[in-house]
Antibody, heavy 126, light 109 residues
Framework: QITLKESGPTLLKPTQTLTLTCTVS??????????VGWIRQPPGKALQWLAL???????LYNPSLKTRLTITKDTSRNQVVLTMTDMGPVDTATFYC??????????????????WGGGTTVTVSS | SSELTQDPAVSVALGQTVRITCQGD??????ASWYQQKPGQAPVLVVF???DRPSGIPDRFSGSSSGDTASLTITGAQAEDEGDYYC????????????FGTGTKVTVL
């Protein structure tokens, strides 16, 4: 069974750094083609894609948040870690990690997140 | 391009058919994936690729694509299909980033 589970603090003060861990099971982070992403959702708002890390350690970031985000993985621990600096009240959200897959059906390629964690809610308040 | 536009809300009578659309330039290059989200729950993948469903997703969910628009159709909507639906694609700017649509709230009457 493939599972992902987010963990981290539930409450932060403004300017603090958020560190979230996604612990995966049922698949390996170093399997060719594998990637894991982070997504957040402010209360009552839409999903926002944050970052992605590939099996070969290639990393992608949302351009609007790139200066604040760092994504890493520890294959031996089956964990993907997201850090987000300088947190503010507008960053209050539920954060999800998800496994991302890819496929093709000529002439199109496609990408999808097939398994999601249950999410962890982070509140930023003084 | 990194924008995907969805209608904010649609409603459908129980047992009827509803189509949810997602519009964006990237959909001329990539198939969209679709996610259902119920209140307080994580999103769930319902359709991906040309028209594939993960195991356990009912066949009343189907996807299609034409030009810059992707569609998710629920044929014979059930009460449990009520929720928010998001499309997802990859941008075509060369940054290889993913992004989500604005979301559609589906109400089953």
């Amino acid at each position: 069974q493939i599972t992902l589970k987010e963990s981290g603090p539930t409450l932060l003060k403004p300017t603090q750094t958020l560190t979230l861990t996604c612990t995966v099971s049922g698949f390996s982070l170093d399997t060719s083609g594998m990637s894991v992403g982070w997504i957040r959702q402010p209360p009552g708002k839409a999903l926002q894609w944050l970052a992605l890390i590939y099996w070969n350690d290639y990393k992608l970031y949302n351009p609007s948040l790139k200066t604040r985000l760092t994504i890493t993985k520890d294959t031996s621990r089956n964990q993907v870690v997201l850090t987000m600096t300088d947190m503010g009240p507008v960053d209050t959200a539920t954060f999800y990690c998800a496994r991302r897959r890819a496929g093709s059906s000529s002439p199109y390629f496609y990408y999808y997140m097939d398994v999601w964690g249950g999410g962890t809610t982070v509140t930023v308040s003084s | 391009s990194s924008e995907l536009t969805q209608d904010p809300a649609v409603s459908v009578a129980l047992g009827q058919t509803v189509r949810i659309t997602c519009q964006g330039d990237s959909l001329r290059t990539y198939f969209a994936s679709w996610y259902q989200q119920k209140p307080g729950q994580a999103p769930v993948l319902v359709v991906f690729g040309e028209n594939d469903r993960p195991s356990g997703i009912p066949d009343r969910f189907s996807g299609s694509s034409s030009g810059d628009t992707a569609s998710l159709t629920i044929t014979g909507a059930q009460a449990e299909d009520e929720g928010d639906y998001y499309c997802n694609s990859r941008d075509t700017s060369g940054n290889h980033l993913d992004f989500f649509g604005t979301g559609t709230k589906v109400t089953v009457l």
